[in-house]
T-cell receptor, first 112, second 112 residues
């Protein structure tokens, strides 16, 4: 089944404790992206990657890091999480030049 | 400041009514997408419009891209309870579709 998977689905952590949210797709898509969703703000793009080893900032990249060492994986790293990073995070993938983005199920993060 | 202004933010209607959701911007987009999101899930693409003035229909849903490619609308005819959900518009800037900007979303509730 073609899908985007994220882990973990739920995470509670404390300020300053490094964490990684994994994202993996099995559709051989070149494009992958991370978003955060907050009430009243819709989805805001954090980082995206057009291909392996190619990443670029979205609209809200501060406090986040990403890497794209393999085509299928695009982890989101929070080196020192803060409470304002409490949010619902979505990973998405699509073919380069295509417009159909497939979203993962989301990761709900709470930073205390 | 939101690059894509979506209105209304909330819509509560009775089954059988018609409705329109608007997505407006002062920026030009190379394409505009509409997504629907259900609680606990990621957004699912409904349609993509790429040409100014383009109209696409998906059963009871009609999507239109403005002539200047700065705005779009989603019209639902004879709404049904199954249409309930969060509707999001998203604009792509440039030809690579890499950088995607979402509107705040419209929460639609259709009462039986």
């Amino acid at each position: 089944e073609a899908q985007v998977t994220q882990n973990p689905r739920y995470l509670i952590t404390v300020t300053g404790k490094k964490l990684t949210v994994t994202c993996s797709q099995n559709m051989n898509h070149e494009y992958m992206s991370w978003y955060r969703q907050d009430p009243g703000l819709g989805l805001r793009q954090i980082y995206y990657s057009m291909n392996v080893e190619v990443t670029d900032k979205g609209d809200v990249p501060e406090g986040y890091k990403v890497s794209r060492k393999e085509k299928r994986n695009f982890p989101l790293i929070l080196e020192s999480p803060s409470p304002n990073q409490t949010s619902l995070y979505f990973c998405a993938s699509s073919l380069v030049g295509g417009v159909t983005q497939y979203f993962g199920p989301g990761t709900r993060l709470l930073v205390l | 400041t939101q690059l894509l202004e979506q209105s209304p933010q909330f819509l509560s209607i009775q089954e059988g009514e018609n409705l329109t959701v608007y997505c407006n911007s002062s920026s030009v987009f190379s394409s505009l997408q509409w997504y629907r999101q259900e609680p606990g899930e990621g957004p699912v693409l409904l349609v993509t419009v790429v040409t100014g003035g383009e109209v696409k229909k998906l059963k009871r849903l009609t999507f239109q891209f403005g002539d200047a490619r700065k705005d779009s609308s989603l019209h639902i005819t004879a709404a049904q309870p199954g249409d309930t959900g969060l509707y999001l518009c998203a604009g792509a800037r440039g030809t690579s579709y890499g950088k995607l900007t979402f509107g705040q979303g419209t929460i639609l509730t259709v009462h039986p």
